[in-house]
T-cell receptor, first 121, second 109 residues
């Protein structure tokens, strides 16, 4: 099966400029995530979609970040205006719906794209 | 917010040695996933553990989920240079998946 596709792979912009990232998840995966990974750290969830609805955007800096998932498939993440501290790798991931077993619901594995490395100068 | 602490943060050992890395929390998780990430790539799932006390083996890698479902460990036997990477644990719960900061592992030939 084709994996999660992201573009571009690299982007260099100046502070206060805008930038957009694109993600195409694995076919049939209802859940899509955008993560921010600062160098040397683990991924931090920015936003989670279930189909085309937002499930969790509590850690998304909404004054400058926005994301949409039209038609419940592809997604775009936008930053406007960018700050120096936004320099990071932006990872998109997709998964099937949560599974149920052992008397509780648990998360399906995430399939990640290779990310977009953003440098803000 | 559920927090996951991973230790050690960095580990550099010689090929052939054994090692264990840890993932700890004060919170209970419904499941715990381990991922490995190589430079320039996204994390790739290694294993999911769901039951308290569960042990899963993947070739030279052994994963254990704590009895109380608050912690996990990853043991690598006879480490090889190909094991080099960032090892991330992620706990599943009502807030979704929470990632730790990872253990940077380097296996020197």
């Amino acid at each position: 099966e084709a994996g999660v596709a992201q573009s571009p792979r690299y982007k260099i912009i100046e502070k206060r400029q805008s930038v957009a990232f694109w993600c195409n998840p694995i076919s049939g995966h209802a859940t899509l995530y955008w993560y921010q990974q600062i160098l040397g750290q683990g991924p931090k969830l920015l936003i989670q979609f279930q189909n085309n609805g937002v499930v969790d955007d509590s850690q998304l800096p909404k004054d400058r970040f926005s994301a949409e998932r039209l038609k419940g498939v592809d997604s775009t993440l936008k930053i406007q205006p960018a700050k120096l501290e936004d320099s990071a790798v932006y990872l998109c991931a997709s998964s099937l719906a949560p599974r149920t077993g052992y008397g509780r619901s648990y998360n399906s594995p995430l399939h990640f794209g290779n990310g977009t490395r953003l440098t803000v100068t | 917010t559920q927090l996951l602490e991973q230790s050690p943060q960095f580990l550099s050992i010689q090929e052939g040695e054994n090692l264990t890395v840890y993932c700890n929390s004060s919170s209970v998780f419904s499941s715990l996933q381990w991922y490995r990430q190589e430079p320039g790539e996204g994390p790739v799932l290694l294993v999911t553990v769901v039951t308290g006390g569960e042990v899963k083996k993947l070739k030279r890698l052994t994963f254990q989920f704590g009895d109380a479902r608050k912690d996990s460990s990853l043991h690598i036997t006879a480490a090889q240079p190909g094991d080099t990477g960032l090892y991330l644990c992620a706990g599943g719960g009502a807030d979704g998946l929470t990632f730790g900061k990872g253990t940077h592992l380097i296996i020197q030939p």
